[in-house]
Structures are given as C-alpha cells and as structure tokens.
C-alpha cells in the first residue's frame, strides 16, 4: 500500500486496489487496519455500483464475517452475512438487517479515483504497514 493524497499529518488516503478488483455483490478485497490499537481486518465490496468498506467484525461477538476468505454476501448478493453468527448487515450502511447485532458494522470511508479504490486512514483508524 502507499500513500494517497496527505490531508494532514494524521489523514492519509491509502491505495486499497484497482475498481476493477471489486465485482458487483463479489469477493471482498481484505486489508489490515490499526483500530483504536489493535490490529484487525478490514474489507471492501461493491454494491449497486459504489465501493463501501467495514471493519471485518462482527457487532454480536467480535468475530470476522467470512465464511471462506473474501466471501461476506449471502447467495442473494444483498446482504452481509456473519457467517458464525448469522447477522446480517446492509451492504450500503452497514446497518443491522437482522440476526443477533448489537448496531452496525464499523464504516471506512473509501474513494474511487482514477481506476483506483483508497481508503482513509485517520486517528483512531490507521494503516498498518508490514
């Protein structure tokens, strides 16, 4: 990953991937994150046309939502699916749809520009470089 455009010392957009790598209702694009200091995965999906990424974590037990790595829709491509759990979540908000949540997926705020998806790195939620 590299740095995007610096807005500040502590605000950075990231390069995630090509737009190209997120399929309508496909595979998420998994990356790694520093949340308030504990390192934890975060994932990117498209749908209906816009790039939206969370926290891999799901509100009712900590847990990530895949059931195979990447796989975080349900057979409909509508909804995303704690696969230990059973909550699901809005795709576009990340909002508790139903099952045992406790509120919404933590959101990132991600960009699409030239061919490229970002996401911003700022306090509280940081790239973690390996």
Do not use: K
């Amino acid at each position: 990953m590299t740095a995007g455009d610096a807005t500040d010392a502590q605000s950075r957009w990231i390069d995630l991937c090509l737009s190209a790598h997120l399929a309508e209702a496909g595979s998420a694009v998994p990356f790694d994150v520093s949340f308030h200091g504990q390192t934890c995965r975060g994932f990117a999906v498209r749908y209906q046309g816009r790039a939206y990424a969370y926290l891999n974590r799901c509100t009712h037990v900590p847990m990530e939502l895949d059931w195979q790595p990447g796989q975080v829709f349900d057979d409909t491509g509508q909804w995303l699916v704690c696969a230990t759990h059973g909550a699901s979540y809005r795709p576009d908000t990340g909002a508790c749809a139903g099952g045992p949540c406790r509120g919404g997926l933590v959101p990132i705020e991600l960009r699409e520009s030239a061919g490229l998806v970002q996401w911003h790195s700022r306090p509280g939620l940081v790239a973690v470089v390996f």
